[in-house]
């Protein structure tokens, strides 16, 4: 799976295995999150467009580049993705906000959209979809399906932790999507969580459990 980016820095690693522990507070589960998605957003970035804008340093006159923010947009898959959102912002401050609201469905593990909210003139734009957790690929899956109608020049996805069956899954149906994850784990439980994962990410983010 070429388009598969483990990404692998000791600060991510180290900062996610904190995540893990099932004592962590919400807070600190929050706090690291957000220090992870900053990590990682310089990773997801690297191939960004950039244009030249004049400038003028202390000494002269220059073109140099910037990052054309108003050109990205974050797609949080809700709820869980809406942790990822304050640190990608805090790097791409011009970035976009859209949601895609999706639960899953306890019977059939199916994927069910009850949310779609995307800015204008997305055939501009390049989409970043954020949710912390690749699990079955249902949801990650069914969020870019509809994303594609828009259009987008490019998407990127970007998860916390993934499930080997749902990475496969994900890359299958669609191959022209690059993820990037800071984790493959062994595999999913009965229920379709990741183990050892981390719990749900939501819950742990919102505290609500």
């Known amino acids: ?4 980016h483990h990404i ?7 900062k996610l295995t904190l995540m893990r522990q099932k004592d962590r507070s919400t807070s ?4 690291l999150l957000g220090e992870i998605s900053m990590l990682m957003a310089y990773e997801v970035t690297r191939e960004m467009p950039t244009q030249l804008i004049d400038i003028e340093t202390p ?20 709820r869980a993705g809406d942790g990822f959102l304050d640190g ?14 999706l639960y899953r469905d306890p ?3 199916q994927a069910v959209e009850y949310y779609f909210k995307m800015p204008q003139g997305m055939d501009e734009r390049e989409a970043i979809v954020l949710d912390p957790m690749l ?11 509809r994303l594609k109608a828009t259009n987008p020049k490019s998407i990127r996805f970007v998860c916390l932790l993934a499930a080997p069956e749902g990475l496969a899954k994900f890359v299958a ?18 229920h379709g969580y990741i183990v050892p994962g981390l719990g749900d990410a939501g819950d742990r983010i919102f505290g609500t459990k």
């Not at 799976?1 to 598969?4: P, T």
């Not at 580049?65 to 990205?72: L, R």
């Not at 699990?135 to 399906?145: D, E, L, P, R």
């Open 28 to 31: 600190g589960f929050r706090r």
């Open 88 to 101: 990608m912002l805090s790097i791409v401050p011009g970035a976009r906000v859209g949601h895609v609201g």
């Open 135 to 145: 699990a079955t690929g249902n949801s990650a899956i069914a969020a870019v399906t």
């Open 173 to 190: 149906a669609h191959p022209d999507v690059p993820v990037y994850t800071a984790a493959i784990d062994r595999g999913l439980n009965e």
């Open 59 to 78: 000494l002269e006159p220059m073109k140099s580049p910037v990052i054309d923010g108003k050109k990205t947009v974050f797609v949080s898959i809700m």
């Open 8 to 14: 692998t820095h000791p600060l991510i690693q180290h």
């Open 1 to 4: 799976m070429s388009n598969v």
């Open 107 to 109: 019977n059939t593990l």
